[in-house]
């Protein structure tokens, strides 16, 4: 029986060598949700061993499209660490098989804490929307992935572009529309609903499932509240550009 | 019999097949299956079939675009959109229910719709698109393919009035300095999200689209007048519709429109 410590290990390594492994459910397709956030949580704890801290998190399957695809009826989530908070140039070379998303991010400007946290409760702790770009990569070989893999694999998280505008909230971030481009062509676009029907809900969400770990979002970290559009795959070279209505543009360049 | 006489023979045909699928609500098979013609010759069948609702006592009062997305031309695999027209036939007040006995298999979707207020023609661009744009409006477009299972290709669609079946506008708003391929869509079906998407899906620009159509009516003769009513295209893929279902489409910046089906 390869215990959560083993497998958190496992992805460690996977993320340090960038050398993916076969999916945790392959060697056991029992692998529950909760065993998998047990491994998460291992996970991040070898990296913050490492002297990382958490900056924010992120909700990943925030789509009906992609719940649907991993046959759950929740999105899933984990953490950010400052580390993999970049200004707008990355190398292509820190990943393995990297994807992008854009997204709207939620900057709090007080401590937000479940359960019973409403969709206005939400906004109220809110200090503003950032427009946002997550890289998406997986230490799974060929993002062969379950949900108990994502979960465990830090909800396949790369790294996160944020714009520097901090936009007040006083109009609706579900009809908040978005162009994305990929080295000047326009290849998706979506609105703020994509994200769980309302950022905002995805936030509700996230800090009601993090008081059962006794978990609170501080004030000052982001949230990453989930792709307008399907994931887009990048490689070195590649310009990335999301422009959002209200929230202006973010961009970045792998180099 | 000559050339010319055997393709208007082929025109009329073709249009009053069509004609009879809409009146008795029967889907057909692909009449370019049948018999190959030109999307020039589609157009030529399509004012024939539009000459006789329009001798019937119908008024065209908007006109449509269709296949506007890159998503929909590679699917379709062409790299060129289509239009057609609308009629007071097709037209639905905010509020009036749709009858789905009067389609084959109405599909819904969202747009942004532009009126003008000056008369356009030649080789526009999308600034001069918008120079003469007064107001948008947001916009549900009824399809309804005559064609069974929407099994057809891009000559029959043009034929087949871009398979126009049904439209419902909201109310109008300045154009004013909205950026519309920004703006953001919700597209929901009995209170379901079923897609989100901003105005570029339609050609990257909803008024790069309406010059791609003024260009392309330049190419028969024609214009586009001041007054125009143009639904540009769908902004997120179309979604079955019967009766029982409602949809709304709600727009930042431009408001909502909302549909019943009875």
Request: hydrophobic share 45%.
């Amino acid at each position: 029986m390869t215990t959560a410590q083993q497998r958190a290990e496992a992805l460690y390594a996977a993320r340090m060598t960038r050398v993916p492994i076969e999916p945790l459910t392959d060697a056991d397709p029992g692998m529950t949700a909760d065993d998998a956030y047990a491994v998460q949580t291992r996970f991040a704890s070898m990296l913050l061993a490492d002297g990382d801290s958490i900056s924010g998190y992120k909700l990943g399957l925030t789509s009906k499209a992609m719940q649907q695809m991993m046959g759950i009826s929740d999105p899933d989530f984990g953490p950010v660490l400052h580390s993999m908070v970049h200004d707008g140039d990355l190398d292509a070379s820190a990943f393995i098989q990297p994807k992008v998303e854009a997204e709207i991010a939620l900057v709090l400007d007080r401590p937000l804490k479940g359960p019973g946290v409403t969709t206005l409760a939400a906004a109220r702790a809110v200090g503003g929307a950032v427009a946002a770009i997550e890289v998406v990569d997986s230490r799974i070989a060929d993002w062969r992935i379950k949900l108990a893999d994502t979960i465990s694999d830090l909800a396949s998280i790369g790294g996160v572009v944020m714009s520097s505008r901090i936009v007040p909230l006083d109009f609706d971030l579900r009809l908040v529309g978005m162009t994305f481009s990929l080295n000047g062509s326009v290849v998706a676009t979506g609105a703020g609903a994509a994200a769980l029907g309302n950022p905002l809900t995805a936030l509700a969400w996230l800090a009601n499932t993090l008081a059962r770990h006794d978990v609170t979002l501080e004030e000052g970290m982001f949230v990453m509240t989930g792709s307008l559009h399907a994931a887009v795959d990048v490689g070195a070279g590649d310009a990335v550009r999301a422009d959002f209505d209200r929230l202006g543009p973010v961009a970045l360049r792998m180099a | 019999m000559d050339e010319q006489q055997s393709s208007s023979d082929l025109v009329e045909g073709l249009a009053a097949r069509l004609a009879e699928a809409v009146e008795t609500r029967t889907a057909i098979s692909s009449l370019a299956g049948e018999r190959e013609f030109t999307v020039d010759a589609a157009y030529d069948i399509q004012d024939a079939a539009l000459a006789r609702a329009v001798a019937g006592g119908e008024t065209i009062v908007a006109a449509k675009l269709g296949l506007t997305s890159r998503a929909k031309q590679e699917q379709m695999g062409v790299s060129e959109a289509l239009y057609g027209w609308l009629t007071d036939r097709h037209r639905l007040d905010p509020g009036q229910a749709l009858d789905s006995g009067r389609l084959i298999q109405p599909r819904a979707e969202p747009e942004i719709a532009l009126i003008t207020s000056r008369d356009l023609e030649g080789p526009v661009g999308l600034h001069d698109v918008l120079a003469a744009t007064e107001a948008v409006a947001p916009a549900l477009d009824i399809l309804d393919s005559r064609f069974a299972g929407y099994s057809f290709t891009l000559a029959d669609v043009v034929a087949d009035n871009c398979s126009a079946g049904a439209f419902v506008v909201g109310n109008p708003v300045p154009l004013g300095s909205i950026d519309l391929s920004l703006v953001g869509c919700v597209f929901e079906k009995n209170g379901e999200l079923v897609g989100t998407a901003a105005g570029a899906a339609v050609l990257g620009h909803p008024a790069a689209a309406v010059a791609w159509f003024v260009r392309k009516l330049s190419e028969r003769g024609k214009g586009l007048p001041a007054g125009s009513l143009i639904l540009p295209g769908a902004l997120t893929g179309a979604v079955p519709v019967g009766p029982g279902d409602s949809v709304v489409a709600s727009f930042d910046r431009i408001g909502s429109v909302g549909l019943s089906v009875a």
